[in-house]
């Protein structure tokens, strides 16, 4: 195989990357763009064992270098639901106690009962007490 193929394959993956930022698929990128690049060097191989050299190269990053870079790259890889008690939301409308509406959460629209005594306004802010299921349950700040 070419070695522009392995390159393509390489900004392909990478392009992927960029809309996940987990560093999952980048890792593969980076696979495919040594493989690229020592095939255009004239490293001569059969295809299966460029294959091979780029299923390697890309295990060993996703085992060895990806907890390096999640870590010194800061990137949130546990975005568990148990963390969000306790976290601010936005009412997306009115809601009286014991009602249910809508709510804004990291930039999600969620949906939510007031579980406080005292009413939700529209754009109040208020706390979420704990989720159940995909339900948000919320009360005044």
């Not at 085992?63 to 936005?90: C, H, M, S, W, Y």
């Not at 106690?97 to 007031?114: C, D, I, K, V, Y």
Request: net charge positive; with cysteine; glycine share 10%.
């Amino acid at each position: 195989m070419s070695w522009w193929i392995w390159v393509l394959a390489g900004f392909l993956l990478l392009a992927i990357e960029l809309a996940t930022t987990t560093m999952h698929v980048g890792i593969f990128a980076v696979g495919a763009f040594i493989v690229g690049t020592l095939v255009g060097f004239g490293l001569d191989m059969p295809f299966w064992g460029q294959l091979l050299l780029f299923a390697g190269i890309s295990l060993f990053g996703f085992a060895f270098l990806r907890p390096i870079l999640v870590r010194k790259l800061r990137l949130r890889v546990d975005n568990k639901v148990d963390q969000i008690p306790g976290e601010t939301a936005v009412a997306l409308e009115d809601m009286a106690p014991a009602s249910h509406g809508r709510a804004e959460l990291r930039g999600s629209t969620w949906s939510a009962t007031n579980i406080g005594s005292t009413p939700l306004a529209r754009g109040q802010r208020c706390v979420v007490d704990r989720v159940d299921g995909l339900m948000l349950l919320i009360r005044a700040v």
